[in-house]
Each structure stands twice: as structure tokens, then as C-alpha cells.
């Protein structure tokens, strides 16, 4: 058996058997390069079936693995961008309404948003009675300001 014709005899299967391999990888890498060289190698497997010549399929696939690296590079720039107060929950609460939890004392307190006790203190420093109903104007980290509603 001589391995190195074998080698050359590169079919549709082979290429399938590299996508899966590069797709593989980048399932479990934290990069996303490897997904187009394995969907160049998937349209260079069926490519294979109607081209016989190994260096023409070859070929194909870089051309297509830098095109689709370069392309996938500048077209989706929307994707890349963060999405507004993803992770900052505090943010999102801004303009809510909530409920004085306990009595402010120099201004600071508690509220319930929801189902869930926030650290406040009052815009203007007063002290709020618990039930009364204010509304969030401001974020910082886990403390939120708030003015009687």
C-alpha cells in the first residue's frame, strides 16, 4: 500500500473530515477564526465532488479560508458592538419606580424594586417613611438615588 498516493487521492471526505476537525477546535477555543477555514473546508468537500484535482481543491480552500477570515473581519461590526446595560442591572432600574422599603435616616435607606432590596439614598438628603413610592434618578455601583415620587 503506498501511503503517499494515498495522500494525494485528497476526496470530498477528506475535506468534510478537516471541517469537522476545525469546527471541533473552535468549539472549545474562545477565538472564532477557526469556524471559516472549517466552512471553507465544508464548500471546498463539495467542491471535491466535481473537481478531481487535488491542488485546484487546495486552492479553492485558502482562497476561500482568507476570504472568509477577511470578510468575516469587516462585515459584522454590529455584532461586535456591547449592548447597553448588558451586565448593569443598576442602570436598567433608572426611571423605575419603588417602594421605601425601611425608614431613611440621613437620607439613606432601603427600596424594593420588584422582588428585590436596593441600598438608596435621596437626591436631596431627606429622610423617606417606608411605602412611600419614589422613583430611581441615578446608578452608582449597587447604590441607587431616589427622589419621592
Not at 486552492?59 to 461586535?80: D, E, K
Request: net charge negative; aromatic share 8%.
Amino acid at each position: 500500500m503506498d501511503f503517499g498516493a494515498l495522500l494525494l487521492e485528497v476526496g470530498p471526505f477528506h475535506w468534510f473530515a478537516l471541517a469537522a476537525l476545525l469546527i471541533g477546535i473552535e468549539m472549545v477555543m474562545p477565538t472564532q477564526y477557526l469556524i471559516w477555514p472549517g466552512i471553507a473546508a465544508v464548500a471546498t468537500g463539495i467542491a471535491a465532488f466535481f473537481i478531481g484535482d487535488w491542488a485546484l481543491q487546495l486552492a479553492i480552500f485558502a482562497v476561500l479560508s482568507v476570504v472568509l477570515v477577511v470578510v468575516s473581519h469587516y462585515l459584522p461590526q454590529a455584532a461586535r458592538l456591547p449592548v447597553a446595560g448588558l451586565n448593569q442591572r443598576t442602570d436598567q432600574l433608572v426611571g423605575r419606580t419603588a417602594t421605601v422599603a425601611e425608614d431613611f435616616h440621613h437620607g439613606q435607606g432601603a427600596v424594593t424594586v420588584g422582588d428585590t432590596r436596593w441600598s438608596a439614598q435621596s437626591v436631596d438628603g431627606s429622610d423617606l417613611a417606608a411605602g412611600t413610592r419614589v422613583e430611581i434618578v441615578a446608578a452608582e455601583s449597587t447604590l441607587l438615588k431616589v427622589k419621592q415620587a
